[in-house]
């Protein structure tokens, strides 16, 4: 957005806000309702909140994406007109900032990547949670919310993150898939042989003693797939990222700017 103070220069800027007034809370409120879940410890129960929350920092970060490509658009043709003694009053983009608008828009297929790299590690991540947590018997519902379609009934997901995948990225969902179906197997696989082991020893334990030994087995056998901290960290830094470009956008172009 070129800055001025003619009304036909803060069209980007009202459009901005028309667009994003609508929505039901603003960006500040959602990347602190995701930090919440991530800190000051990381509640893999709320895992498909998250979901819902990174969908929608991803479509404020496409959202400031092409805006930015609108803003350098505007900068193009304000300097055309100058040049032809047109549009006096405007004041142009600063190099740097024309500079920070086409790193925006340099990254855009970098950090789409890193939002799906994210989405797609903490699936996984909630499923393992899921195997031995209390709330458990959510597991089909879950696998659904994940892979619609995967239980056999067509029920929508209540995740957010299907509504814009690419043809490549459904790709790879798929992909994701087939590789959970493959854990689930070798999970029931075990678990037979465990109960069936126990059986032979003869094993007599409490409810809370055999829930407690399994959690136990489970974890031994199978780890997490990934480390909480570090997934931790990968969402912080993506979230920051798409904060700098909100920040830096409406530093410029918000009607509180000096235009």
Not at 84 to 109: K, M, N, P, Y
Request: hydrophobic residues 40%; glycine residues 4%.
């Amino acid at each position: 957005m070129i800055k001025s103070t003619e009304t036909s220069m803060v069209a980007f800027t009202s459009y901005y806000y028309k667009s994003v007034g609508p929505l039901a809370v603003p960006p500040s409120l959602v990347f602190y309702t995701a930090r919440n879940i991530l800190s000051p410890s990381f509640i893999l129960g709320q895992i498909p909140d998250l979901f819902n929350l990174l969908t929608s920092i991803e479509t404020f970060r496409r959202f400031a994406v092409l805006k930015a490509g609108e803003a350098l658009g505007w900068q193009r043709y304000y300097e055309i007109e100058k040049t032809h003694g047109h549009a006096e009053d405007v004041r142009l983009l600063e190099v740097s900032e024309v500079h920070t608008l086409q790193c925006f828009i340099d990254s855009a297929d970098a950090q789409r990547n890193e939002y799906i790299v994210l989405v797609q590690s903490l699936v996984p991540l909630y499923i393992h949670y899921l195997w031995t947590a209390g709330e458990s018997c959510l597991l089909p519902q879950r696998l659904n919310d994940f892979f619609p379609g995967s239980m056999g009934v067509e029920t929508p997901s209540s995740l957010l993150f299907h509504d814009d995948l690419s043809d490549d990225e459904k790709e790879i969902f798929g992909q994701l898939r087939l590789a959970c179906k493959g854990w689930f197997n070798l999970v029931l696989d075990w678990q037979e042989k465990r109960r069936e082991n126990c059986q032979q020893k003869g094993c007599v334990q409490t409810e809370e003693q055999v829930d407690e030994s399994f959690k136990n087995d489970f974890h031994a056998v199978f780890p997490q797939p990934f480390q909480s901290l570090q997934l931790v960290q990968n969402v912080e830094d993506y979230m920051k990222k798409v904060e700098t470009m909100i920040g830096e956008l409406e530093k410029w172009f918000s009607p509180r700017s000096n235009m």
